[in-house]
């Protein structure tokens, strides 16, 4: 399978709300949320920003999102398909549940590969400052 069917393959089972079908593309040890250059939401400990390590903690991520948001859309834009990653332009509206604030932008989310295939890190690209005011 190439790895934008299974970035497509990921969004659909998302939009299902099949998180073990997730992760069955995901590397034992992946990287989940990882910014090697810091200084992003995980700093103010944005609960669906945190890095995550390992197959087994990425389910909690997904925990996270139910947790915190109340979505009202979510749509995959567009893939950007490169050698080794794949870029998803999504546009989304939520609600935070616990301020009752109201989020509405775009985001980058960026999927890497390893040589088998499986993703070995994921992380999000989006408007930290809006979602740390929102949580506010």
Known sequence: MSQLETVK???QAFEQ???SKICEFMSTDVFWEHHPTGNTGQ???I???RFRKGKEAVPSFF???EEDFEMQDFNLTYLLEGKEAIA???RFDLTVKSTGKRIQDEEVHLWEFGN???VKAFRHFLDTAKSIEAHS
């Open 88 to 90: 998803a332009v999504l």
């Open 9 to 11: 393959q990921i969004y």
């Open 63 to 65: 925990e996270d999102i």
């Open 116 to 118: 088998d295939g499986k």
């Open 17 to 19: 709300g099949n998180v």
């Open 47 to 49: 609960p669906y920003m």
């Open 43 to 45: 700093d103010k400990d």
